[in-house]
């Protein structure tokens, strides 16, 4: 099938949703797009005229490039739903980083641990343990005459998930209803063999990290089988049975708990096909209806999820999402995290040596800087392991790697291979940077590469600190790195990250309440810098955007009420109308983007309110 070829992406999905005219619940879907609801025929013939419009906008395509690929057919506007599916296989997180029991029923961290009576697995009450999810398993573990031992609770081990995610996705292989989709998914990682000329370029961690993608993949495969046979005792299971499960879990399998308070992974159907972009054009969100429980909550609540246009999408276009959680981190980084999952991206934030002008890497030149000019920032080329200045044309090599260091770096990575097993693939996809920490760069510790690598260090550990870091930390670590007192400028990568942790210390009404309003001021500026890199990066009616409005929202509605509590005999300040001029217009900005029932219901009741108080506002003045 050529990329001009294309046919129908399969989805898996609910069988009912909302009435796409009324609302009511319904059973009778579109039978193409596999989207749209309707309570009857009346409403779906009613709904064509606009259905139409976006009825079959994408299908399934194979390129030279990057090979199967899901490519827009139609010109699709920001917000369209693409795709309505539940996982085929949802299991708790798998990864080095989840090394605590959760629940196996609703993947939450249970408050008190339980294990299940019959199988021993941790679950958070009796009822978790008998959700129709973990029925298949716990029947097998019965079958095996396996019980999960209780130390096991208390001295989890992470390795223990990924084991549990080969052996449900083994056991959905028996289920008619999923099979057929499961056994049309990607199951094996084979080694890089197209973009030989930009795999050349890598930096020696990097082609290290390629060699040992596809050996590391196989054995996790390799040793899920051994697990479920072995230890656990499912001998009627084939080992390639289980390796062949392990790979299509492993491969398609994606996060999507962040928005819900959940830890679980999902494996969909048709959202694994779509490619991966730095600069993605859709997202995966939660379904959520009104009377949901709220998704932070501690409460497990829908499995439902919706593929969604975040940005306009020209016909022609390939669908593609983000598959790094971290948005502000630059070329370099993203591109070590994405050689964990085999491939090189080429997108065009990957691309363009400036990251559309953010130099998210890039420090600020020092032969600018001594001729009391503007300090511009460098262009970091790490392909190519050379920085060139974007106003003088300095220019110079990054890292000088003589054998001596790509001896130690192949060490370091050997040793984590060595010693972590099948955990150490996602350690160092999490921090990439790690295997060059005791690598020197020739300069001493005195030049822009090396100050940068300083900060970056100072940075992790504030962010991994067990105690509350306060406001004026986070702020001396900024001043300290930006130009003329550091080397960066104010969008580099960990500038944006400081910036993002100060706005997420606490609940926006908790922050002002104990900060005053200058320091408030400070951080609803911190918010209007991260929505400007979010044109960027991470353009239209993202995920990372409404995070940002909401926190935003927050802060400018609790310096409103403050206000209107403290209005004296004089009448409310002069600047109240102002902030909720802008309080409305962020709340406007969230309306673009709460697409699910739930988020559209909450800011509509957000708009009501202001209002409500801007009538409040006008009363007072008249007194």
């Not at 990329?3 to 193409?32: H, Q, Y």
């Not at 099979?179 to 795999?199: A, K």
């Not at 730095?278 to 609540?301: I, L």
């Not at 790195?481 to 993002?500: C, I």
Request: hydrophobic share 35%; proline share 5%.
């Amino acid at each position: 099938m050529s990329e001009k070829d294309g046919k129908r992406v399969v989805t898996f999905g609910p069988k009912s949703g909302e009435c796409a005219v009324c609302d009511k619940v319904g059973t009778l879907k579109c039978s193409r797009c596999q989207v749209d609801f309707y309570c009857g025929k009346d409403h779906q013939v009613q709904d064509w005229p606009r259905h139409r419009q976006i009825c079959g906008c994408m299908e399934l395509r194979v390129s030279p490039e990057v090979g199967r690929c899901v490519v827009a057919t139609k010109d699709i506007p920001m917000g369209t739903i693409l795709m309505r599916e539940i996982p085929l296989v949802a299991t708790p997180n798998f990864g080095s980083d989840e090394d605590q029991p959760l629940c196996v029923g609703c993947f939450m961290p249970p408050h008190r641990v339980r294990a299940c009576a019959l199988c021993g697995w941790p679950v958070c009450s009796e009822a978790c343990s008998k959700k129709e999810i973990h029925q298949p398993e716990c029947a097998a573990f019965q079958r095996a005459k396996f019980k999960l031992p209780k130390g096991k609770l208390t001295a989890w081990e992470s390795r223990l998930w990924s084991y549990l995610a080969a052996l449900r996705t083994t056991l959905a292989f028996e289920d008619k209803a999923r099979r057929d989709i499961l056994e049309s998914l990607q199951y094996e990682n084979p080694p890089v063999t197209n973009m030989v000329e930009e795999i050349n370029k890598l930096p020696p961690a990097g082609r290290m990290r390629l060699m040992t993608s596809h050996s590391e993949f196989e054995l996790a495969c390799s040793k899920a089988a051994e697990w479920v046979r072995d230890v656990a005792g499912m001998t009627w299971l084939s080992a390639e049975k289980v390796r062949r499960a392990a790979g299509v879990c492993y491969i398609n399998s994606t996060g999507c708990g962040s928005s819900s308070g959940r830890h679980v992974t999902g494996l969909f159907a048709g959202m694994s096909l779509v490619e991966h972009s730095c600069r993605h054009n859709v997202e995966t969100q939660v379904w959520q209806r009104v009377g949901d429980p709220h998704p932070m909550a501690g409460v497990a609540g829908s499995l439902e999820y919706v593929l969604v246009a975040t940005r306009d999408i020209a016909r022609g276009e390939h669908l593609a999402l983000g598959y790094l959680p971290n948005y502000l981190e630059g070329a370099a980084k993203r591109r070590m995290a994405l050689l964990y999952r085999n491939f090189l991206c080429r997108c065009e934030l990957c691309s363009d040596p400036s990251q559309r002008g953010l130099y998210l890497e890039g420090w600020c030149c020092r032969s600018c800087s001594a001729k009391k000019k503007k300090a511009f920032p460098v262009l970091i080329r790490d392909l190519d392991n050379n920085w060139a200045c974007s106003g003088c044309g300095d220019k110079g090599p990054l890292v000088a790697f003589g054998a001596g260091a790509t001896m130690e770096i192949m060490a370091n990575m050997f040793r984590s291979v060595l010693s972590g097993g099948v955990d150490s693939m996602k350690a160092m996809a999490q921090n990439p940077a790690g295997i060059f920490d005791s690598v020197s760069t020739p300069g001493g510790a005195d030049t822009p590469y090396d100050q940068s690598r300083s900060l970056e260090r100072r940075l992790k550990a504030l962010l991994e600190s067990s105690s509350k870091v306060p406001l004026k930390e986070w702020e001396r670590f900024i001043s300290d790195a930006l130009w003329p007192r550091g080397p960066l400028h104010p969008t580099h990568s960990l500038v944006l990250q400081a910036k993002n942790a100060i706005i997420e210390m606490d609940q926006p009404d908790v922050l002002v309440a104990r900060l005053t309003a200058a320091e408030t001021k400070r951080l609803v500026g911190y918010c209007r810098d991260l929505l400007a890199v979010c044109d960027e990066v991470c353009p239209g009616a993202s995920s990372f955007r409404a995070q940002i409005l909401c926190i935003q929202s927050g802060l400018i509605g609790a310096q409103v009420m403050a206000r209107l509590n403290d209005t004296g005999r004089s009448g409310p300040r002069p600047d109240t109308e102002a902030l909720l001029d802008e309080w409305e217009a962020v709340h406007n900005e969230l309306l673009v983007t709460a697409l699910c029932p739930k988020g559209r219901d909450t800011t509509l009741r957000n708009l009501d309110h202001v209002a409500q108080i801007r009538k409040n506002l006008a009363m007072m003045k008249r007194r």
